[in-house]
């Protein structure tokens, strides 16, 4: 408990130190585009508490749900797929590789030609962008699984779905999730420009909007709802991550702690 | 090939052979590595097979237990073609290590095979319990592999080919990778296993001593490629002790034979 609490105070120190500096050395802030704190805050309040939650921010936040979740199902069942099927991955192994060299977000105009500004848009820009990460790494994690694995798989004479879920998934996982890491802080950029680009509603056209229309305190005050929600977001993917992947970290931790 | 003088009591008078393997031959390309081994185990003997380094073990052992297809070659398992890895045979890698799943902590090791092949929560439950005591682990089954030393890690890969409950196992150098004391203590619970479970062990070995330790016979393989140069009667009964077993003038000259037949093969 006292060393939860001295971590906590350590991380802490320097956000609670720059939040002060920056409320004391805004507190007289007469520009126009840097508000004090103070001011900012007081938007803050008044849109995020909690009116703007329901209005932009549950939206934002379903369609990335939707959008993230889909690419991460499709990109490990595929991944699996091309894992576990050499010709095949060899045959698609070249677009892979031109895909992960393109920043996905390239063919928003493409998107937006084809389905129009709307949540469908906005939903299928963020699997897109998603779903190579995952794909690709779930590609590398199930065509690294130990050889000796799949022999022990081979000899016990376990079925397919005995091997797929507690032989190959749990082997590729530590890469599946590095894969949806990746994937998930892409995942809400492209949430937040397409709300910036597309139809009314949601974070990134809030934030747009307020700067559009000079009320730069909520403008502000929108980045670090912006800030928060990503902080969180992590911090949840942290701690599922932590639960599924506990074997991995004890053992990690254990190989470094150079016991036996 | 021994006098009967030297033959021990036999401890089965019908002795049923369980797997036979006749003219296996395999080869990498055009690279031959096993010529016509030919291979009879009994049921309930104890066979090393021995060579030197590279000779093609692992290769013969892949073949043998249905992970690598021969060439050429007959194999039948129980009475059964095996066409690759049978029903009542179970495999003990060389690398703990590598060879336990290391999200699974040691009784579901122990069960993951059960589980597959359909059998009860409850009997996989009886039976990896079985299992761990027999091999002295009980209390770690809620241990992960990583967490356990070499020697105990090995103690698990053979309680889940206990809990397979196989007509025989089959084990590629399990001893290799771990200290000279740790080995010792495995040889010995793998002849104590051995005795109270009455499976048929095939044990794939380097190590000359460990051979003629463990055997009923040994089967040495030479040359290239790797023929069955000889397969030797040790003339030693079943219970063992690596002190006074190898002190005595039989298991000396059983060895002798064995190196002999090792060495001279060399080129």
Known sequence: MNKHLRLFLTELWLPVLLLVAWWSLSANSTSLYFPALRTISEAFAADWLFDHIGIDLLPSLGRLAVGYLTAVVIGVILGVFLGLNRAAEETVQPLLEFVRATPGIAILPVAMIFLGTGTTMKVVMIAFVAFWPV????????????????????????????????????????????????????????????????????????????????????????????????????????????????????MVAHAKGGTS | MTSPTHAPVPERTHQDVIFSVHGLSHAYGTHRVLERVDVEINAGEFMCIVGPSGVGKSTLLQCLSGLRKPTTGELVFQGTAIDGPPEGMAVVFQDYSRSLMPWLDVRANVTLPLRSAGVSRTERAERAQAALDEVGLSGFEHHYPWQLSGGMQQRVAIARALAFRPALIVMDEPFASVDAQTRADLEDLTLQVRKHLGITFLLVTHDIDEAVYLSDRVLVLNQKPAVVVDVIDVPLDRDRDQITTKSRPEFAEARSRVYELIRGHQA
Request: charged share 15%.
């Open chain 1, 135 to 250: 794909l690709l790494n779930t590609i590398e994690g199930v065509r690294s699984v130990e050889p000796v694995l799949l022999d022990v798989s081979a000899s016990y004479r376990l079925d397919r779905t005995t091997r797929l879920t507690h032989v190959i998934l749990p082997a590729a996982a530590p890469q599946i999730f590095a894969g949806a890491r990746t994937a998930i802080a892409i995942g809400v950029v492209v949430m937040v420009v397409t709300e910036m680009v597309g139809t009314p509603g949601g974070l990134g056209y809030y934030i747009l909007s307020s700067q559009r229309s000079f009320d730069l305190a909520e403008m502000w005050a929108g980045i670090i709802v912006l800030g928060l929600v990503g902080y969180l977001i992590n911090q949840l993917f942290r701690l599922f991550e932590g639960y599924v992947l506990r074997w991995h970290h004890g």
